[in-house]
């Protein structure tokens, strides 16, 4: 782990390297534009052997500290993953990416534009650097992975872009801009964005190691395993199973990654970098920098932590933790049992193990949170106030007792982001298995993610002793529904970039199901919170907790609150011709004469 030290050290020390040029199309006199420009790095002093192009790739690493690249608390609140905070059934905080409020003057959108094209800039500068220096090099290999690396987020950034604005008309920048022609640059059609990224990735993948083969062990490099994700990616976008299956089946079987069934290492700091990780977004505790603004990356942190467990946050609506609590745990499974305090005899958890690892709920009387006590006892959960539901993939729930104990405060949070990883290929996988025919293919694959968390098994069990399976005879239309509405938001939910999102926009192609008709069904829901009575370890004693902190799908007969509002507005608001997709920045417009 010493490289990866050493990796993340780096990053920090030589960001400054890379510096983004001024944008001045609206300058009259371009006289300029013939001058050195004095915010870019010279080749007469910088970018002369691979040591200082490495030093590059490392400011393009640091890129992806700027929360803008995927701008993940706004996008938790334009899914239906999120609820904005405290305040029920009217919430405190008007957020208008819950609401989808949202055009090309917010200023996410903007940062999610410049960002993205920022890390773009970064990887032409070590690219074009790369093909100077190529004929003076002799380490050809450490050349030849630096620069699949660089094409590697080149690629990446731009479909970030493609999939986020204008439905994927965007402009493509293919090198370092120095004349004001280069810098008011037209759109490209998406067919040739989609080309252009791919064949960045196709290099990337062909020419990067593998997981743990780097030649110094760094694992926060990325790899060919993350570039065929991408690849695959790009293609079930496109409904093109069959070019994606491939590159899906080549992560799933070729690159060393595995289902991680350490519980300790699911979405902890413990399990940064762990085996089912294909790329993460690397930030360490030691290299923070509390004397700079933590929300700009810039510090070397992020602060999801605050944006998921805060009054201003985005909180786990009502529906989402009903089907986490309400998943069917396999009674065969040893793991899904408990020492009952009072009857002394094993009893039957209260949530299953996925929402554990995932979303705290009231009710998850057995898994500890924030080190002092269970879930049951953390105080934030009221059916009045802040809701229902945690979410925990970005919190530090496993390494402080409240996230003010982190060094520098609550704002300068280290925890690795997780950008990909094997369930959900495996997810995507099943569901080009399922659009191919392959119903049993596709149920395996599902069944594997389920075996980790001890559920009960889909299909028929075939005698199969070993394991509780739900007897049901799936079809192609079945195992879909069961995929779009169980597996995938259960499984991916609030990671990776706008995972969501975009998975509505692709199964309303393919399946007429698009985030609208979600939205619809959701203000037509009601879910119903109740009070909840635990046992207390530390007190040894049953208590209640009040004001209908947890959630129940059927309307119960005693006191009980009714949650029905949490999508209203939201679902009148979204127009899938506005909100679909990001529109270019107004910012941008108004600069790029060739945009008008």
Not at 10 to 25: D, E, G, N
Not at 89 to 94: E, G, K, M, Q
Not at 424 to 439: H, N, P
Not at 532 to 553: A, G, H, L
């Amino acid at each position: 782990m010493r490289n990866l030290f050493v990796m993340k050290q780096r990053i920090l020390k030589y960001i400054t390297l890379t510096l983004l040029v001024a944008f001045m199309a609206s300058c009259e006199n371009n006289e300029f534009l013939e001058e050195k420009n004095p915010n870019v790095v010279s080749t007469d002093s910088f970018w002369r052997n691979l040591s200082e192009t490495d030093k590059g790739l490392n400011a393009v690493y640091q890129t992806l500290h700027n929360p803008g690249v995927i701008i993940k608390f706004e996008e938790i609140l334009r899914s239906d993953m999120g609820y904005p905070g405290y305040g029920r059934p009217n919430p405190d905080n008007t957020e208008e990416f819950y609401l989808h409020l949202y055009n090309g003057s917010t200023d996410a959108i903007l940062q999610k534009w410049q960002t993205n094209y920022t890390g773009i800039f970064r990887a032409n500068q070590v690219i074009e650097a790369l093909e100077n220096i190529k004929e003076t090099i002799s380490d050809e290999a450490e050349w030849t992975s630096q620069m699949a690396q660089a094409r590697f987020f080149r690629g990446l950034f731009h479909f970030y872009l493609y999939t986020s604005f204008n439905q994927g008309s965007i402009i493509i920048r293919d090198r370092v801009p120095e004349t004001n022609d280069d810098f008011s640059k037209p759109l490209s059609s998406p067919s040739e964005v989609i080309e252009f990224i791919r064949e960045d990735l196709e290099f990337a993948y062909a020419n990067l190691y593998k997981k743990g083969a780097y030649p110094d062990n760094d694992l926060s490099r990325v790899t060919s395993g993350a570039a065929a994700t991408i690849l695959g990616t790009s293609y079930l976008y496109e409904l093109d199973y069959n070019m994606a299956m491939p590159y899906f089946d080549d992560v799933i079987n070729n690159h060393g990654y595995s289902l991680e069934y350490d519980m300790s290492k699911l979405f902890t700091t413990a399990g940064e970098f762990n085996d089912e990780s294909i790329f993460e977004i690397n930030f360490a505790a030691e290299q923070v920098r509390i004397d700079l603004t933590p929300w700009t990356g810039e510090s070397g942190t992020n602060w999801l932590n605050v944006r998921t467990s805060q009054t201003q946050s985005a909180t786990g609506p009502a529906w989402i933790a009903s089907a986490y609590k309400e998943e069917p745990m396999d009674p065969l499974d040893s793991r899904n049992y408990y020492n009952d305090p009072v009857s002394g005899s094993l009893t039957l958890r209260h949530v299953p193990l996925r929402a554990s690892a995932m979303i705290a709920l009231v009710d998850d009387n057995e898994t500890t949170y924030y080190l002092d006590g269970t879930t049951s006892e953390y105080q934030r959960f009221h059916g009045t106030a802040w809701g229902f539901a945690w979410w925990k993939k970005y919190q530090n729930h496993d390494i402080v007792s409240v996230e003010s104990e982190l060094p520098g405060g609550q704002q300068f949070s280290s925890k690795n982001i997780t950008l990909n990883r094997l369930a959900d290929v495996m997810l995507m996988q099943a569901e080009c298995k399922i659009k191919t025919g392959d119903v049993n293919g596709a149920i395996n694959l599902m069944n594997d993610i389920r075996k980790r968390w001890g559920l009960v098994l889909l299909g028929l069990s075939n005698g199969d002793i070993a394991h509780t399976y739900d007897e049901q005879v799936y079809t192609e239309q079945s195992l879909m529904q069961h995929l779009m509405r169980v597996e995938k938001p259960l499984e991916m939910a609030v990671e990776g970039h706008c995972i969501r999102t975009l998975d509505f926009r692709r199964w309303k192609k393919s399946e007429n199901y698009g985030f609208k008709e979600r939205l619809e069904e959701l203000a037509s829901e009601e879910y119903y919170g109740v009070n909840f009575t635990y046992y207390n370890y530390t007190k040894e004693q049953n208590e209640t907790r009040f004001n209908y902190p947890s959630i129940e799908s059927q309307k119960p007969t005693g006191a009980h609150i009714t949650v029905d509002y949490e999508y209203d507005i939201p679902s009148l608001n979204y127009n899938e011709e506005r909100h679909g997709y990001f529109p270019i920045p107004f910012a941008e417009v108004n600069a790029n004469p060739n945009l008008n």
